[in-house]
C-alpha cells in the first residue's frame, strides 16, 4: 500500500464545524486500538504524516483537546457534537490519526483493519509497525 499514489480526502465531524482534508491512499491501514479512550468511543483510524493533513479555515475555533496518562496524545474532539475525526496519536505524534468514519464518502476504496494493543501500549509497541505510518513513503496527490 505504501508505493500508491495518494488522493485527497475530506471528511470532519457531525456538526460539520469541523472540517478538514489529507492526503492518503485510497487504500488505508486502519488501528483497531482497545486503550482506555479508543476502547470507549469505538475509534477506528488510519495515520498520516502531519504535513498531509490539513484543517480547514475557521475548524480549529470549534476544536478541543483531552489528554490523559502520559499526555502525548492529544485527543481532539469538536466542542459542539463531540465527534472525534481525527486526533494526534502517542504511537505517532509526528502524524495524525483520522478517524475512518468521518471521512466523506467515495475516495477510500479499500480499509485493512489491524489490531493495535493499546491496554498494554508499551509492549504491544515495541513489536509493531505503527510508527512507520506517519512516515512520508507515498507519491505526492494527483
Known sequence: MASEAVVVHSGGC???RVRWQVEAPASVVAWICNCSNCSMRGNTHF???????K????????ITTYTFGTHTA?????KVCGITSFYS???NPDGVAVTVACVDPGTLKHVEYRKFDGSNWEDFFKHSDISEFSKDTVEPAQ
Open 14 to 16: 457531525h456538526c460539520r
Open 47 to 53: 495515520i498520516v504524516p502531519a504535513a498531509k493533513f
Open 55 to 62: 484543517l480547514e479555515a475557521g475548524a480549529d475555533e470549534s
Open 74 to 78: 492529544k485527543h481532539t474532539f469538536c
Open 89 to 91: 496519536p502517542r504511537s
